[in-house]
């Protein structure tokens, strides 16, 4: 089994101007994800718009990002659904299609209880061989995978990580204590915090847009120990993590892909592109790290 760590983008996926998904678009930012080196890729995730999509759509794209991937990178398809045997279906379509994985976040309308959650992730977990990355996103999840949660669900067996996507790093600490070796944790929003806590990872947003320079944060940080020149590192792509923070995470992060000359199409709705009123502080970012072409003029 490949060992997962790194920093991970959780892919935006590519519309055409129709609205229709976009396989050529997607296979030339997938290249162009891993030839900037960036450790791993997760299509269909929430940046993915997983909900937004058919059943085909998710598949063609899952297809186009392991085939384009060809083994350079793990791949890792979000898998996450409000019924427990179309997780299990969407786990099946992965592993045919050659991933290296899956992330699941719980079921995010029906507030299961503890037992239901252990229950869930039970079955899925004996239908697959995959390793399985739990989500765990309260915000939009309407469940808490507290870390005395996570270690009962560590039991299961190909339960190995966990996307820990909350403020509160202190939970990366409190996972490992529980845990130990058996699950692997990677920061969902608080990437560098993350990992002087012990995370082996992150799965970022804004690696959609700058994948070098977060994956070089995860090596300077993890791998050299150099604490310093990680920290300079951080404060530069800070613009771009605060930019796609938030409600924005998609729009804010096509409308960047798009003034960069990588166009994925604008969000389905409901979402709605970037508001005019968001513009110069999407510039003002892309500027800071020197990403504005100049033929774009920055806003005051």
């Given at each position: 089994m490949t060992e997962l760590r790194g920093t991970?983008?959780?892919?935006?996926?590519?519309?055409?101007?129709?609205?229709?998904?976009?396989?050529?678009?997607?296979?030339r930012f997938t290249d162009w994800q891993v030839r900037e080196g960036i450790h791993g890729l997760i299509p269909l995730g929430s940046t993915g718009e997983?909900?937004?999509?058919?059943?085909?759509?998710?598949?063609?794209?899952?297809?186009?990002?392991?085939?384009?991937?060809?083994?350079?990178?793990?791949?890792?398809?979000?898998?996450?659904?409000?019924?427990?045997?179309?997780?299990?279906?969407?786990?099946?379509?992965?592993?045919?299609?050659?991933?290296?994985?899956?992330?699941?976040?719980?079921?995010?309308?029906?507030?299961?209880?503890?037992?239901?959650?252990?229950?869930?992730?039970?079955?899925?977990?004996?239908?697959?061989?995959?390793?399985?990355?739990?989500?765990?996103?309260?915000?939009?999840?309407?469940?808490?995978?507290?870390?005395?949660?996570?270690?009962?669900?560590?039991?299961?067996?190909?339960?190995?990580?966990?996307?820990?996507?909350?403020?509160?790093?202190?939970?990366?600490?409190?996972?490992?204590?529980?845990?130990?070796?058996?699950?692997?944790?990677?920061?969902?929003?608080?990437?560098f915090e993350s990992f002087?806590?012990?995370?082996?990872g992150w799965v970022a947003v804004g690696s959609n847009i700058m994948p070098a320079a977060f994956a070089r944060l995860f090596t300077l940080t993890a791998d050299d120990k150099d604490y310093d020149a990680a920290r300079a590192l951080y404060r530069e792509i800070l613009p771009i993590i605060r930019l796609v923070g938030g409600h924005r995470y998609v729009s804010a992060t096509k409308a960047a892909l798009a003034i960069m000359g990588l166009p994925m199409g604008e969000p389905r709705a409901p979402r709605l592109p970037l508001p005019e009123a968001d513009r110069p502080e999407l510039h003002a970012a892309l500027k800071a790290v020197g990403l504005m072409p100049e033929r774009i003029p920055a806003l005051a």
């Open positions: 991970y983008t959780v892919m935006v996926t590519a519309y055409d101007a129709a609205g229709s998904v976009d396989l050529g678009a997607m296979a997983f909900l937004s999509m058919t059943a085909e759509e998710r598949r063609a794209i899952a297809k186009c990002v392991i085939d384009t991937a060809a083994g350079r990178v793990p791949v890792l398809i979000g898998a996450g659904a409000e019924r427990t045997e179309d997780v299990i279906d969407n786990c099946r379509m992965a592993a045919e299609l050659g991933a290296d994985g899956v992330m699941i976040i719980p079921p995010f309308y029906s507030t299961p209880t503890h037992d239901e959650l252990l229950r869930h992730y039970e079955r899925i977990a004996a239908a697959t061989d995959l390793p399985i990355m739990l989500y765990n996103n309260p915000a939009t999840a309407n469940v808490d995978l507290t870390p005395p949660l996570v270690a009962r669900l560590a039991e299961i067996e190909h339960v190995d990580y966990i996307k820990e996507s909350t403020m509160d790093v202190t939970r990366v600490r409190d996972i490992i204590d529980l845990c130990g070796d058996k699950m692997g944790v990677f920061g969902g929003i608080m990437g002087v806590n012990g995370a082996i």
